[in-house]
């Protein structure tokens, strides 16, 4: 069955421009994460969605990251103006149930921007 | 700050060899525990999942541990093959929010 997918695989960006970056989770997964490699380093969360529900937004670094998923499957993530320091690899994953069930994420490819 | 830390950074063993990996933690109040494996440019696959309330779990040549009181996990790993290389990431989900809180990782070179 088709896993997690994310568009593009690879994004370089121009300091100051804005990205879009597109995350397909599993079909009917209630539960949608964002989180942010950078090089030699874990990921870090960004963000949560529950269905259509962002419920927690703590880990976007500035104003300049917006989430979205307007219909509880598709997810997007906005980098507006972006800046050398965003360059990393942008992970999506998701999960089949809500919060406060016990289950595994299941993560896509990422998605590596390079801002120049 | 809750924070997970892996030991060692890299590692190289031959192949055939078991080895240990390491995982510790500042924080008890763990949800719930998985060992991930990370290929290059690929995404993260989850290799197992412990409960707060378990101490192992074990899949094939896997098996991790988990003592909460000592704030620590290790994932063992036995007869190592070269398809074995790769680089393992801990994560953790506190009781108190969403996230998973990973480590750095341990970089896991398994030569023929």
């Known amino acids: 069955g088709a896993g997690v997918s994310q568009s593009p695989r690879y994004k370089v960006a121009k300091r100051g421009q804005d990205v879009a970056l597109r995350c397909d989770p599993i079909?009917?997964?209630?539960?949608l994460f964002w989180y942010q490699q950078a090089l030699g380093q874990g990921p870090e969360f960004l963000t949560y969605?529950?269905?259509?529900?962002?419920?927690?937004k703590s880990g976007l670094p500035s104003d300049r990251f917006f989430a979205e998923r307007p219909e509880g499957s598709v997810s997007t993530l906005k980098i507006q103006r972006t800046q050398q320091e965003d360059s990393a690899v942008y992970l999506c994953?998701?999960?089949?149930?809500?919060?406060?069930?016990?289950?595994?994420?299941?993560f896509g490819p990422g998605t590596r921007l390079t801002v120049l | 700050k809750q924070e997970v830390t892996q030991i060692p950074a890299a590692l190289s063993v031959p192949e055939g060899e078991n080895l240990v990996l390491n995982c510790s933690f500042t924080?008890?109040?763990?949800?719930?525990l998985q060992w991930f494996r990370q290929d290059p440019g690929k995404g993260l696959t989850s290799l197992l999942l412990?409960?707060?309330?378990?101490r192992e779990q074990t899949s094939g040549r896997l098996n991790a541990s988990l003592d909460k009181s000592s704030g620590r996990s290790t994932l063992y790993i036995a007869a190592s093959q070269p398809g074995d290389s790769a680089t393992y990431l801990c994560?953790?989900?506190?009781?108190?929010?969403?996230?998973?809180?990973f480590g750095k990782g341990t970089s896991l070179l398994v030569t023929p």
């Open positions: 924080d008890s109040a763990i949800y719930n």
């Open positions: 079909s009917g997964h209630v539960s």
């Open positions: 994953a998701s999960s089949p149930l809500g919060q406060g069930f016990t289950d595994t994420q299941y």
């Open positions: 994560a953790l989900k506190w009781d108190s929010g969403y996230a998973l809180n």
């Open positions: 412990i409960q707060s309330s378990q």
């Open positions: 969605f529950q269905n259509e529900a962002q419920l927690d």
